[in-house]
């Protein structure tokens, strides 16, 4: 029996600088880890944060997508950026994700809210008069189909 310490020599680690895609996912994956966390909360919590946390997450998600297929000017055109129906439209053209081709009622749901206006953010329409926050979709289906195309979008971009 030996008494001596065996050294091993570990491989030098090596992490490359995140590209526009890997930061994208990055974001949609740490928001989706809020979504399923506040969409399970008692139902007198307001839902706004949630949905507004989800809207984000999906941008990401989509804009991710879509860079990936070289759509970068287009993905941040003043009309397309935070139109999630946009965004959606787009993807579903490119090819690439098994989504339908008509946007599930919880993406316009988060896009009414997201953006042209910002309702959820904001409280302000059209001409700044103050309006109603606007609907949430039902919050943990919605966050087990953010989930799924979240994980959709990741394996895309992979190859």
């Known amino acids: 029996m030996s008494n001596s310490i065996g050294i091993f020599v570990l491989p030098a680690l090596r992490v490359g600088q995140p ?15 809020g979504v399923e966390a506040l969409s399970t909360l008692p139902p007198n919590v307001p839902s706004r944060g949630c949905a507004l946390i989800a809207a984000h997450a999906l941008e ?24 999630l129906v946009v ?4 993807a579903y053209k490119e090819k690439g994700l098994s989504i339908p081709q008509v946007p599930p009622d919880w993406v316009t ?17 059209e001409g ?14 919605m966050a087990v189909a953010l989930k799924n195309l979240i994980e959709m979008v990741g394996l895309a971009v992979k190859g």
């Open 19 to 33: 590209n526009e895609v890997d930061g994208y996912m990055i974001v949609a994956r740490d928001l989706l880890q």
């Open 60 to 83: 990401c998600a989509l804009k991710a997508f879509l860079w990936h297929k070289g759509k970068k000017k287009e993905i941040r055109e003043r009309d397309v950026q935070h139109d």
């Open 87 to 90: 965004l959606w439209n787009m």
């Open 109 to 125: 749901t988060l896009s009414s809210g997201h953006g042209p206006n910002f309702y959820f953010r904001y409280q302000k329409g």
């Open 128 to 141: 700044k008069t103050v309006v109603h926050g606007g609907q949430t979709p039902a919050l943990i289906p």
